[in-house]
C-alpha cells in the first residue's frame, strides 16, 4: 500500500509517511480490469447504493483519500451501518506470497492490525478485507461497532464483494483494500500503481462479524444477509455464523 499501516506505528513515525504518489491515470476508474472480477450475492450494486444516497455524517469532520489531497470524505450512518465512498489504495500487508511482498511494495508491512484465528497475520493475496482509519478525534469506528473481522460490503460499478475488516491505517485517510479485495471487484491490484481514484463505497454492517475472521465464506454469508435487511430498511439482526 502507498500509506504504511498504524500497525508499525511503534516502528517509528517515519513510517506513516506517505510514499510517492502513482502516476494519475494508472489509478484513474477505467484501469485495466481484473480476471476474476465478479457479483458475489443475489444483492445488487445498485440496490445498496440506493440506500446510502443521503450521508448523515458520523464522523467530526472529513478524511483525506491521499496524504496530499484535501479532506473531502465524511463517514456516514444509518441504524444498521456505516459507510463512505473514496478511492480505493491497494493493501498488501501481511503474509508474504507471490504477489505481496517487500520486493512489489515497497511499503510492504509483513504484519496487519488484526490477527487469523490462528495467530498468524492476514494474507492480502487471498482474503478480502478493507482497512479503516485509525482511532482519532476524527472518527472512533469501535464506537460505531466496528472492529476486526466485521463484515463489509465494497461496491464499485455494478459490482459487489463481501470482505472483512483487517487492517487499520493512519488517523486522517481513508479509501484501502487488499490486494484480494481489489481483483475480485475489476481493480488493477498491483500495490504500486493500482487502485482506483474514486468511485468505491465501503458498507460496513454495526456489530457483524465474521467467524473466524478469515473465513470469507463466513463473510459472504453474514454480509449477504445483512445486506438483505439493509436495501429493505429492516433493523439489523444479530450478525454472528458459524465459519
Not at 445498496?48 to 496524504?67: E, F, H, I, K
Not at 456489530?207 to 465464506?217: G, L, N
Amino acid at each position: 500500500m502507498r500509506v504504511q499501516s498504524l500497525t508499525l506505528a511503534v516502528a517509528g513515525l517515519a513510517l506513516l509517511a506517505p510514499g510517492p504518489p502513482p502516476d494519475a491515470a494508472s489509478r484513474a476508474p477505467d484501469a485495466p480490469r481484473g480476471p476474476v472480477a465478479r457479483q458475489e450475492g443475489s444483492v445488487t450494486a445498485a440496490d445498496l447504493l440506493s440506500r446510502v444516497r443521503d450521508c448523515t455524517p458520523v464522523s467530526r469532520g472529513r478524511y483525506r483519500t491521499d496524504a496530499d489531497a484535501p479532506a473531502t470524505v465524511p463517514v456516514c450512518g444509518t441504524e444498521g451501518a456505516v459507510f463512505w465512498t473514496a478511492d480505493m489504495d491497494i493493501d498488501c500487508d501481511g503474509r508474504p506470497g507471490q504477489r505481496c511482498n517487500s520486493t512489489t511494495d515497497p511499503a510492504f508491512s509483513p504484519a496487519t492490525a488484526f490477527q487469523q484465528s490462528d495467530g498468524r497475520y492476514l494474507n492480502a493475496e487471498s482474503l478480502p478485507f478493507i482497512v479503516v482509519p485509525g482511532v482519532s478525534t476524527l472518527w472512533n469506528h469501535r464506537d460505531h461497532g466496528v472492529r476486526g473481522a466485521s463484515v463489509a460490503a465494497v461496491v464499485y460499478g455494478d459490482r459487489v464483494q463481501y470482505a472483512v475488516v483487517g487492517d487499520v491505517g493512519p488517523r486522517e485517510i481513508i479509501g484501502e483494500a487488499s490486494y484480494a479485495a481489489a481483483e475480485a471487484l475489476g481493480i488493477r491490484p498491483d500495490p504500486r500503481a493500482g487502485g482506483v481514484a474514486s468511485g468505491v463505497t465501503y458498507i460496513v454492517f454495526k456489530d457483524s462479524r465474521a467467524t473466524p475472521i478469515e473465513s470469507h465464506t463466513s463473510a459472504v454469508e453474514v454480509g449477504e444477509r445483512l445486506a438483505r435487511s439493509f436495501v429493505a430498511g429492516a433493523a439489523p439482526a444479530k450478525a454472528g455464523t458459524h465459519g
